[in-house]
C-alpha cells in the first residue's frame, strides 16, 4: 500500500512538471495567430469523459511546414479537417501535427479536432489543474476545470500559450439534466435534446487567455443583480449551489463595493457588454475571464471582507484585461492584484492600515526562491510560487515610495490603459519599465535589476564608530549603482529624529548623539538587508 501511494505521488510530480503552459513557442506555432475556439463537448460525469469537437479560426501568418496544435496524448482523435477537408495528422508528444495542402500566408483556415477521453484528474486545484469530479450535497455531479499551471491542452486542443488570445470564444458544453453549465461571455441559448441532456452555448466576443476559457457544471440556481458601474448598468450572475444559497446576497453586497473600488480607481469594468459572472467551484478559486470561480465558502478575513472574492475580481483588470504574453511576467498578473488589496485597505482603513498590510502580511511571505522575472519563454512551472505575488506586490509599494503618489498613480493607468505594442493590451516587464521612465524622467534600471532581475535583497553598509562626543554611523549600498533613499530613525538633542537619506555605493556619515542608536528603514518600506561592520 505505502509503494503504491509512493508511486502514485511520485507520477502526479511527473505531470504537474511536464505539463505545464507557456515556454518557447516551436516556428510552426509562432507562424500562426488563433482567432477563435469554438468548443463543443459533451460532459458524461458517470464515465469521466468528454467527446467532441472543437473549431479553431487560425490566421497563417508566416509559413509554416504544419500546423501544430496542443493536446494531452491521452485523448483520442478521431478525425482532424481543415476547412472541412479530412486531413493527415500525427498526435505526439501532448502535440498534434497536421499536415496541410497548402496554406497561404494571410489565409484564415479553420481547424476541426474531433476527440474524446479522460481528462486528468486534478490533484491539487486550481494549482494542480484538471477536472475536479465532485458532488454537490444534493448528490448531484459538480464539475471544476482548472489549467492556469498545467495549460488549456489539458483538456482541448489550443495553441497552449499566453501570447496567443483568440479575438472571441465560445463554448457548447452538453450536460445531463438538471444540471447547468457556467461559463465565459453571455448566455445564448439552452438547447434540450430528446435524451434528456441540454446543450448550454456561452459566447464571448472579447479577446480572452486560452486558460481563462473555462466551465464549471453542477445543480446551480442563478441569482442575479444589476450593479451601477460608472454610470453604466454591470450584469452580475451568480451561478450558486442549493447549499451556498444563504450568504450568496451578501456576497454580491461585496462585489458592488468592490465594483466601486476598481472602476473609480481603475476604470470601467472592461466587459461590461457581457457580466461579471461568479461560479461556486469545488476548487478554491480563480480569475477565469466574466465567470470567477469562487470556492471560498463566504469565509471574511479579519478585515470584514472577502479576500478570494476581492483577488479575483482584481483579476478582471489586472491579469485578463492587461495581461501578459510570456510567463516570466506573470508577476504583472499577480503582483498587481496582490497589491490593488493593499490599495483598498489604504482607501478603507487609512495609510497606517496599508502599511501594516504590508510589512505584517506582504512583505513577511516573500520566500525568495527565485527573481520574480525569470528568462523569456518561461513555463508556468518555473515561474509559479509566492514570489510573483507577494515581492511583486512590494515591488509597487517601494516603486510609490521612490516616484512618489503623484507618478505613481499616473504610471498605474499608464500601464492598464496605454496602447501596448502587443495585441490584447498584453504587456511585458520591460514595457512596463519603459512607461515607469517616461513618466519620471530618469532611468532607474537599477532599481529594477535588483528588485525583479535578482534573488537577493539589496545589501546595506553601516558602520559605527564612537568620538569623543558623538557615535558616527556611515551608510552606504554594496550594490554599485543603487541609491535608494532609505528612512533613519534616532535620537538626538532635539527628540526623536526621522530623516530620508540619499544613500549610494559612497558612504556617508551620520553623526548621532553618543552611543545612541539608530534605525534603519523604522517602517519597513524597503526589502534590504543591513550588514552591520563595528
Ligand atoms: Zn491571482
Known sequence: ?????????????????????????????LGVDVRHYD????????????????NIKIKIIDEVRFIELDLLNQYFISKVMIDSVTTPFKHRDNTIFIKPQNLEI???????????????????????????????????????????????HLWYPSKEHPSDEPESAELHITVPKPLSVASNGNLQNVKEHKNKWTTWHWSTKYSINPY?????????????????????????????????????????DQVEIFVDFFTRNFGQFPWIEEKLGLV?????????????AYGNDYKKNEKGYDFLLFHEMAHEWWGNYLSVSDWSDFWIHEGFAVYCEALYIEE???????????????????????????????????????????????????????????SFFKILKDVLHSKKHLPNNQITT??????????????????????????????????TTHGSNHTFVELSWENSDFSMPVEVFYKSNI???????????????????QYNKIRIDPDKRILLTIDKKQ
Request: proline share 6%.
Open 348 to 406: 478603507k482603513y487609512g495609510y497606517e492600515e496599508y502599511n501594516s498590510f504590508l510589512t505584517k502580511n506582504i512583505s513577511k511571505k516573500i520566500p525568495l526562491s527565485k527573481p520574480i522575472v525569470l528568462e523569456r519563454n518561461s513555463t508556468m512551472s518555473q515561474v509559479f510560487g509566492l514570489d510573483p505575488y507577494y515581492k511583486g506586490a512590494f515591488v509597487l509599494h517601494m516603486l510609490r515610495y521612490l516616484v512618489g503618489d503623484e
Open 280 to 292: 461556486n467551484t469545488p476548487y478554491f478559486g480563480m480569475e477565469h475571464q466574466t465567470m470567477i
Open 39 to 54: 468548443i463543443r463537448l459533451k460532459v458524461d460525469p458517470k464515465r469521466k469523459i468528454i467527446s467532441g469537437h472543437v
Open 106 to 152: 494571410n489565409s484564415t483556415i479553420l481547424v476541426t479536432v474531433e476527440y474524446k477521453g479522460k481528462p486528468p484528474i486534478a490533484e491539487n486545484p486550481p494549482w494542480d489543474g484538471g477536472f475536479t469530479w465532485s458532488k454537490s450535497k444534493d448528490g448531484y455531479p459538480w464539475i471544476g476545470v482548472s489549467c492556469q499551471s498545467n495549460g488549456s
Open 212 to 252: 481563462n476559457i473555462n466551465f464549471t457544471v453542477g445543480h446551480f440556481e442563478l441569482i442575479e443583480r444589476i450593479v451601477p458601474s460608472l454610470g453604466k448598468p454591470l450584469r452580475v450572475q451568480f451561478y450558486v449551489l442549493k447549499e451556498n444559497l444563504e450568504g450568496a446576497q451578501k456576497l454580491l
Open 495 to 513: 527628540g526623536f529624529t526621522k530623516k530620508k537619506l540619499v544613500i549610494t555605493s559612497e558612504p556617508i556619515m551620520i553623526a548621532i548623539p
Open 1 to 29: 500500500m505505502r509503494g503504491l501511494l509512493l508511486i502514485f505521488s511520485f507520477l502526479s510530480i511527473v505531470f504537474s512538471k511536464d505539463i505545464t503552459s507557456g515556454g518557447k513557442l516551436s516556428k510552426n506555432q
Open 430 to 463: 520591460s514595457d512596463f519599465i519603459d512607461i515607469v521612465h517616461n513618466e519620471i524622467g530618469t532611468n532607474i534600471d537599477w532599481f529594477f535589476k535588483v528588485y525583479l532581475y535578482e534573488n537577493q535583497y539589496p545589501v546595506i553598509n553601516q558602520k
